[in-house]
């Protein structure tokens, strides 16, 4: 019967390519969380006053965001 080893240690290679894939993953999700709040900020900046304050919102929150 034969045994094969299955834990070894990663090499500089592989953990390289882990943290390369980990940072763009990271930058890929910064850039979606800002686009999200781009286009929620310019929707919510097209409502009147009075639309704002229904959802209970002010003209500042929407600038905040």
């Known amino acids: 019967m034969a045994a094969f080893e299955t834990t070894r240690p990663l090499n500089d290679s592989v953990r390289l390519g882990a943290h390369t894939y980990a940072l ?5 999700g910064r850039i979606v969380e800002w686009n ?9 900046s097209t ?13 500042g929150d929407v600038a905040e965001m």
Do not use: K, P, Q, Y
């Not at 999200?36 to 919510?44: K, S």
């Not at 409502?47 to 002010?58: F, P």
């Open 47 to 59: 409502l009147s006053t009075r639309e704002l304050e229904d959802i209970g919102l002010s003209r």
């Open 24 to 28: 763009f993953v990271n930058t890929v």
């Open 36 to 44: 999200d709040r781009r286009v929620t900020r310019n929707a919510l």
